[in-house]
């Protein structure tokens, strides 16, 4: 059973920084690229970034471009991204997944993410 567990999130003034992590099971995480989406507060989800499995290569959404970084611990089977320089825009529910979308779509694959709130 895959299991998806973040944390790090929290309240947050806009300027502020952040570490988010997310601890993987059920599946090889070592091979797997992963990637972090976040919801925002009514409205659907939104793709923040990714890595490969060798966390050679990343890539971001252009919202958070130069403010959040993706790295990975593949010893630890855990995911993380630094969130700096936030704002009002970056409050949301938080979740890693593994790069496979069509894994997005099973029942029960979603950890509980964690909740970002950005706010002075």
């Known amino acids: 059973e895959v299991q998806l567990v973040e944390s790090g999130g929290g309240l947050v003034q806009p300027g502020g920084s952040l570490r988010l992590s997310c601890t993987a099971s059920g599946f090889t995480f070592s091979s797997a690229a992963m990637t972090w989406v976040r919801q925002a507060p009514g409205k659907g989800l939104e793709w923040v970034s990714a890595i490969n499995s060798g966390a050679g290569s990343t890539a971001y959404a252009d919202s958070v471009k130069g403010r959040f970084t993706i790295s990975r611990d593949n010893a630890k089977n855990t995911l993380y991204l630094q969130l700096s320089s936030l704002n009002s825009e970056d409050t949301a529910v938080y979740y890693c997944?593994?790069?496979?979308?069509?894994?997005?779509?099973?029942?029960?694959?979603w950890g509980q993410g964690t909740q970002v709130t950005v706010s002075s």
């Open positions: 997944a593994n790069s496979r979308t069509s894994w997005w779509f099973i029942d029960d694959y």
